[in-house]
């Protein structure tokens, strides 16, 4: 059974850091594309960050650059968020997602993360 596991959540401060993980099974990850998304109360998912299969290429959105940074680790099938700076609007369930080799779409998700911040 494929699936991915995020953990690290939490409730933080304005300004402190987080770090997400988002752990897979059930398959082999290291040829797929990673992303993680954020869905806060009454809006709708976000793209957070990008993360190509060799962990080279990546992108951010406009809101967390600068601040939030992606990676992973083949070897552990692990993909991993660094927030930093951490606002109040970040506030959101974190998603993790794969997308396979050749794939348009994500087709994989995680159940979610839940970041808090208070101000």
């Known amino acids: 059974q494929v699936q991915l596991q995020e953990s690290g959540g939490g409730l933080v401060q304005a300004g402190d850091s987080l770090r997400l993980s988002c752990a897979a099974s059930?398959?082999?990850?290291?040829?797929?594309?990673m992303g993680w998304f954020r869905q806060a109360p009454g809006k709708e998912r976000e793209f957070v960050a990008y993360?190509?299969?060799?962990?080279?290429?990546?992108d951010y959105a406009d809101s967390v650059k600068g601040r939030f940074t992606i990676s992973r680790d083949n070897a552990k099938n692990t993909v991993y968020v660094q927030m930093n700076s951490l606002k109040p609007e970040d506030a959101a369930v974190y998603y993790c997602?794969?997308?396979?080799?050749?794939?348009?779409?994500?087709?994989?998700w995680g159940q979610g993360a839940q970041v808090t911040v208070s101000s």
């Open positions: 997602a794969a997308r396979p080799l050749l794939s348009r779409r994500y087709q994989y």
């Open positions: 059930g398959r082999t990850f290291s040829t797929d594309a």
């Open positions: 993360i190509g299969s060799g962990g080279t290429s990546t």
